[in-house]
Nanobody
Framework: EVQLVESGGGSVQPGGSLRLSCAAS????????MDWLRQAPGKGLERVSL????????YYPSSVKGRFTASRDNAKNTLYLQMNMLKPEDSAVYYC????????RGQGTQVTVSA
C-alpha cells in the first residue's frame, strides 16, 4: 500500500523559504516519478513539480519555476521541495503523489504566506 506523509509546512512572510519533505513507503519509491501538488481553498489540484526516478529530470510550471526546487533521496525514500521567494499566492495545502496517480497523495501540509 502506497503511503506518503508530507511535513515541513508552516507560516512565513512573503519572500521567505520553506522546505517540505515527503516520506514514502509501501512501494518502489526509487523507481517512481513523483509529483508535488498544491490545492488552494476553492481551487483544484495543481502540480508544482515533477521529478523522475533518478532525480535527473524535473519540471515546474511557470508559476513556480526559478523559485521551487524538487529533489529526492532514494536511499531514504524521501522527496523534498525547497520553496524560496514565497508569495501569498503560494498559500495552499501541499501534497506529494506518485506522478499521474494523484489519489496516492498523503494528508498534506499547510503552507501560509502572509505579512
Amino acid at each position: 500500500e502506497v503511503q506518503l506523509v508530507e511535513s515541513g509546512g508552516g507560516s512565513v512572510q512573503p519572500g521567505g523559504s520553506l522546505r517540505l519533505s515527503c516520506a514514502a513507503s509501501g512501494f518502489a519509491f526509487s523507481s517512481a516519478t513523483m509529483d508535488w501538488l498544491r490545492q488552494a481553498p476553492g481551487k483544484g489540484l495543481e502540480r508544482v513539480s515533477l521529478i523522475n526516478s533518478g532525480g535527473g529530470y524535473t519540471y515546474y510550471p511557470s508559476s513556480v519555476k526559478g523559485r521551487f526546487t524538487a529533489s529526492r533521496d532514494n536511499a531514504k525514500n524521501t522527496l523534498y521541495l525547497q520553496m524560496n521567494m514565497l508569495k501569498p499566492e503560494d498559500s495552499a495545502v501541499y501534497y506529494c503523489a506518485v506522478s499521474g496517480d494523484w489519489g496516492t497523495r498523503g494528508q498534506g501540509t499547510q503552507v501560509t504566506v502572509s505579512a
